[in-house]
């Protein structure tokens, strides 16, 4: 039985390349944007076929799904009409529903897969009709093992990552409205600067990631705004990586926070005043208003 695999955005794309490496899986590929990125990253070259050729040459296929590119909708209503069966692997934990309408036009799959009870319940909320299926995260699954292996780490006990993501545009493009969950990044990640002086009591360093579907230079301004405080713009290392070199990671509601508990590191939302409250299903993360946090010294994790 061969599969077809299909993504175009980082966050699907490092759940379902997980999976296919987990389970020895040698797929066809229709790829695009940041997904080429991850999947080459960790499975090798990509060689891409055509979206009719690849639903023509699979048996099934698995999908991801992407805010701004049709890519995986469009795959999905070439499997319906060619009597092929497609999967989606649903990443987050918001936007079910719109993931699948273009144009006013809805296209659901045959069936959905989840990587936690939370996304589980959702998608069931949401598809009542759809066949879903509780898969553990392949994506999590991978950062588990390679936690285990990095074993303890000695960190500084003064640095700070702060994990960008694009949510002004995804809010205008979906909404036409870049103030839709009434905060921009820019506008977060301002409320954070301006506040870490009132948040922290030891001297620290920020380094900002900017999300694998921005440019490098989004951020620059903050050199201008905040030229006083120790500040880079920096994502040539691996998340994993930045996040083992932090004592404390900050954003607003993306996956790279999820991962930052998994490493045990303290893990901070800047989504400011007015904003929507952040969506990720998880207890431990904070919020800016957890004022005059110590950050620790010389600790091992």
């Known amino acids: 039985m061969k599969v077809g695999i299909c993504c175009h955005d980082a966050g ?3 759940i379902i390349s997980s999976y296919i490496k987990q389970k020895n899986i040698a797929p066809l590929y229709c790829l695009s944007g940041p997904a080429i990125k991850v999947f080459e990253r960790k499975i090798g070259r990509i060689d891409n076929m ?23 909708w469009n795959i999905i209503k070439e499997a319906k009409k060619q009597q092929k069966k497609v999967i989606v692997f649903l990443d987050h934990w918001v936007n079910y529903r719109e993931r699948f309408i273009r144009n006013n036009e809805e296209c659901l799959p045959d069936e959905i897969w989840v990587g936690d009870y939370y996304a589980e319940r959702i998608a069931k909320d949401n598809f009542s009709n759809l ?23 000695r960190v500084r006990g003064n640095s700070v990552l702060y994990v960008c993501e694009p949510i002004r545009e ?6 036409g409205d870049e103030h839709y969950w009434g905060y921009t990044e820019e506008e977060a990640l301002r409320f954070f600067l301006t506040s870490i002086d009132e948040m ?11 999300h694998p579907s921005e440019c490098l230079n989004k951020y620059d301004w903050v050199f201008d705004e905040f030229n006083h405080k120790d500040i880079k713009i920096d994502n040539k290392k691996t998340l994993l990586e930045q996040i083992f070199d932090s004592d404390i990671v ?21 989504i400011p005043p007015g904003g929507r409250a952040c969506v990720l299903p998880y207890k431990e993360i904070k919020t800016v208003s957890y004022t005059h946090l110590t950050l620790p010294t010389n600790r091992e994790v």
């Open 12 to 14: 699907a794309a490092e």
């Open 50 to 72: 055509l979206l009719t050729d690849i639903v023509k040459n699979s048996n099934w296929l698995l999908c991801g799904t992407s805010w701004k590119s049709d890519l995986e």
């Open 131 to 153: 066949k879903i299926k509780l898969i553990e995260n392949p994506y999590l699954l991978d950062i588990k093992k390679q936690l285990s292996r990095l074993g303890k780490i």
């Open 170 to 175: 995804h809010a205008y493009f979906k909404h």
């Open 200 to 210: 922290f009591t030891a001297k620290k360093s920020i380094i900002i990631r900017p």
């Open 250 to 270: 900050v954003g607003c509601e993306t996956m790279a926070m999820v991962v930052a508990i998994l490493a045990e590191k303290e893990v901070i939302s800047s």
